[in-house]
């Protein structure tokens, strides 16, 4: 099943808000639960895929699994999604050293099995796995303040560490395509952060790699970036994928301009800032006024800027929702 | 002959070793610490805010250039403080409680320390005792909170009522920032200053301490 012509040729406006955490007000599990029980994780989608009948259901987004199986510690807690906590790299000798973990190991298993199980729900929906990018895992590895400075200090070292993420993270997503996923969403925010030039070498270069190792034509990878600004848009469309997902920083209109009209964009309504802080009638107003910017654009996909927090009410997503249904009902 | 224009590029390039040599040099050849700081470190931060406003620099040039400056204050700060020359102000910089990112606080405390200000870097997950405790025993006249969760930004709130309790809160000016932090929410919770940047914290700073 392709994502692009799920989009492409559906007669409706479409959303993919990443929302997991909003499900546990559905099911009254814990984030703690979400993140080391796949079972949670059906559950929370299942729940939220009947409330607003969505054709996608997703992993959790989790930006700590893949380097908690490297070896870093993360802090688990019941209302917020995980952090890596320390630094696990620091070094170029460490670096050279750093074994490669396989899919599955530690809490990566969780999500593997967590896709076979979205797999087998009724009304067979697209399924999203989720992951981390090659530079923000890297990041992860070394520290995200330090990896900053070390793409310019020390590249060689960042280089060593991209080379095993992207080796691992290839074998991740052909695991995420064998237990049964359509997609994943591969989030790679802390490259949003580097210049482009720095976001062209450190990021897209290895998701380039990566995405025909594992064939896009088969496996739909929409590439998340809830950091990058318009200017960031040619080095991230140098990794030759079809899809993107976009955070609030970026002017989705302008970069709708920009892309060819086969190359999805999603985006990008601020998650904290209109999904945690807005009352839900300014946030219906919010999403209404996205979809009437983009309706020339049949490549948009109305979503938030990135994956909803926790303490993000239920509401909010009501109200994103009847956005939708309004702006759908008026075009048909 | 010392070109000390070269401790501004050293600062502007990222280039620390550099920034640090030319340093040492120039208070061997007798130039004023002062001077150094006023007429070629802090032109050079501005600069560098200026360029990361305006998409010329990014995070990884901004901490770099934080690094060199921070290299050459090393140096300098004993001696301006022997002079009796006073940073613009001592900021307590911290994550509040529950929250484990780091990136904002430390662009905002590159800032900060390239406008003058002497910058005490409590770190993540900081506890509002340990923002008063800053406050009493290393004379903070300024805190600067930041937050990238939604869910943590109720601690900001928490610390200024500690402080309130603990009898300090008139003793400093508040600023704080982070992703989720709008300046309705800074009003509320009663800070004295908002910066939805980096570069921004410089005058929130300013604004809040000169009024």
Do not use: W
């Given at each position: 099943?392709?994502?692009?012509?799920?989009?492409?040729?559906?007669?409706?406006?479409?959303?993919?808000?990443?929302?997991?955490?909003?499900?546990?007000?559905?099911?009254?599990?814990?984030?703690?639960?979400?993140?080391?029980?796949?079972?949670?994780?059906?559950?929370?989608?299942?729940?939220?895929?009947?409330?607003?009948?969505?054709?996608?259901?997703?992993?959790a987004?989790?930006?700590?699994?893949?380097?908690?199986a490297?070896?870093?510690?993360?802090?688990?807690?019941?209302?917020?999604?995980?952090?890596?906590?320390?630094?696990?790299?620091?070094?170029?000798?460490?670096?050279?050293?750093?074994?490669?973990?396989?899919?599955?190991?530690?809490?990566?298993?969780?999500?593997?099995?967590?896709?076979?199980?979205?797999?087998q729900?009724?009304?067979?929906p697209?399924?999203?796995?989720?992951?981390?990018?090659?530079?923000?895992?890297?990041?992860?590895?070394?520290?995200?303040?330090?990896?900053?400075?070390?793409t310019?200090?020390?590249?060689?070292?960042?280089?060593?560490?991209?080379?095993?993420?992207?080796?691992?993270?290839?074998?991740?997503?052909?695991?995420?395509?064998?237990?049964?996923?359509?997609?994943?969403?591969?989030?790679?925010?802390?490259?949003?952060?580097?210049?482009?030039?720095g976001?062209?070498?450190?990021?897209?270069?290895?998701?380039?790699r990566?995405?025909?190792?594992v064939?896009?034509?088969?496996?739909?990878?929409?590439?998340?970036?809830?950091?990058?600004?318009?200017?960031?848009?040619?080095?991230?469309?140098?990794?030759?994928?079809?899809?993107?997902?976009?955070?609030?920083?970026?002017?989705?209109v302008?970069?709708?301009?920009?892309?060819?009209?086969?190359?999805?964009?999603?985006?990008?309504?601020?998650?904290?800032g209109?999904?945690?802080?807005?009352p839900?009638?300014?946030?219906?107003?919010?999403?209404?006024?996205?979809?009437?910017?983009?309706?020339?654009?049949?490549?948009?996909?109305?979503?938030?800027?990135?994956?909803?927090?926790?303490?993000?009410?239920?509401?909010?997503?009501?109200?994103?929702?009847?956005?939708?249904?309004?702006?759908?009902?008026?075009?048909? | 002959?010392?070109?000390?224009?070269?401790?501004?590029?050293?600062?502007?390039?990222?280039?620390?070793?550099?920034?640090?040599?030319?340093?040492?040099?120039?208070?061997?050849?007798?130039?004023?610490?002062?001077?150094?700081?006023?007429?070629y470190?802090?032109?050079?931060?501005?600069?560098?805010?200026?360029?990361?406003?305006?998409?010329?620099?990014?995070?990884?040039?901004?901490?770099?250039?934080?690094?060199?400056?921070?290299?050459?204050?090393?140096?300098?700060?004993?001696l301006?403080?022997?002079?009796?020359?006073?940073?613009?102000?001592?900021?307590?910089?911290?994550?509040?409680?529950?929250?484990?990112?780091?990136?904002?606080?430390?662009?905002?405390?590159?800032?900060?320390?390239?406008?003058?200000?002497?910058?005490?870097?409590?770190?993540?997950?900081?506890?509002?005792?340990?923002?008063?405790?800053?406050?009493k025993?290393?004379?903070?006249?300024?805190?600067?909170?930041?937050?990238?969760?939604?869910?943590?930004?109720?601690?900001?709130?928490?610390?200024?009522?500690?402080?309130?309790?603990?009898g300090?809160?008139?003793?400093?000016?508040?600023?704080?920032?982070?992703?989720?932090?709008?300046?309705?929410?800074?009003?509320?919770?009663?800070?004295?200053?908002f910066?939805?940047?980096?570069?921004?914290?410089?005058?929130?700073?300013?604004?809040?301490?000169?009024?």
């Open positions: 099943m392709k994502f692009n012509h799920l989009v492409l040729q559906s007669p409706r406006r479409l959303a993919l808000p990443i929302s997991m955490y909003p499900g546990l007000a559905l099911t009254g599990a814990k984030v703690s639960d979400i993140v080391t029980n796949p079972q949670a994780q059906l559950a929370a989608q299942a729940a939220i895929r009947q409330r607003y009948q969505s054709p996608f259901v997703l992993c987004m989790d930006l700590s699994a893949e380097a908690e490297f070896g870093c510690t993360i802090a688990v807690s019941d209302s917020e999604v995980p952090t890596v906590t320390g630094r696990l790299i620091t070094s170029q000798e460490q670096a050279d050293k750093l074994a490669v973990p396989q899919p599955g190991d530690r809490r990566t298993g969780v999500y593997l099995e967590a896709v076979r199980l979205l797999r729900m009724p009304g067979q697209f399924v999203f796995a989720g992951c981390i990018g090659p530079f923000s895992l890297a990041a992860r590895l070394v520290g995200v303040s330090e990896a900053m400075e070390l310019i200090a020390e590249p060689e070292l960042m280089h060593t560490l991209l080379e095993k993420c992207t080796v691992f993270l290839t074998n991740y997503l052909k695991a995420f395509r064998a237990a049964g996923a359509h997609g994943v969403i591969m989030a790679e925010p802390a490259a949003g952060l580097l210049s482009p030039r976001l062209s070498a450190y990021s897209s270069a290895y998701v380039k990566l995405a025909a190792e064939g896009d034509e088969s496996f739909n990878i929409v590439l998340h970036n809830c950091a990058a600004k318009l200017l960031h848009l040619p080095a991230i469309l140098e990794t030759g994928l079809k899809a993107f997902h976009f955070g609030a920083p970026m002017d989705i302008a970069a709708l301009g920009k892309v060819a009209p086969d190359v999805i964009l999603c985006g990008n309504l601020d998650p904290a209109v999904f945690v802080q807005m839900p009638a300014e946030i219906t107003v919010k999403a209404a006024q996205l979809l009437t910017a983009t309706t020339a654009h049949r490549n948009f996909v109305l979503s938030s800027g990135c994956d909803l927090p926790p303490n993000a009410p239920l509401a909010s997503l009501d109200a994103f929702y009847a956005a939708l249904k309004q702006a759908n009902a008026a075009a048909h | 002959m010392i070109e000390l224009k070269q401790l501004h590029e050293a600062i502007l390039n990222g280039d620390a070793k550099t920034a640090k040599a030319v340093t040492e040099q120039a208070l061997a050849a007798g130039h004023e610490p002062l001077k150094l700081v006023q007429e470190m802090m032109p050079a931060m501005n600069e560098v805010g200026r360029r990361f406003e305006c998409n010329e620099y990014f995070v990884p040039e901004l901490l770099l250039a934080a690094r060199a400056m921070k290299a050459a204050l090393e140096l300098l700060r004993p301006l403080a022997a002079k009796g020359n006073q940073p613009v102000g001592r900021v307590a910089l911290g994550t509040v409680k529950g929250d484990l990112h780091d990136i904002g606080k430390n662009l905002v405390g590159a800032m900060l320390e390239g406008g003058g200000y002497e910058v005490i870097d409590l770190g993540v997950n900081v506890t509002p005792e340990q923002f008063i405790a800053a406050i025993d290393k004379k903070a006249n300024i805190v600067a909170m930041s937050a990238l969760l939604t869910t943590t930004m109720p601690s900001m709130k928490t610390t200024i009522d500690a402080m309130k309790a603990a300090v809160r008139d003793q400093v000016k508040i600023i704080v920032g982070g992703a989720p932090i709008t300046e309705k929410f800074a009003l509320e919770i009663g800070a004295d200053g910066s939805e940047s980096a570069a921004g914290a410089v005058s929130a700073a300013h604004k809040a301490v000169n009024g």
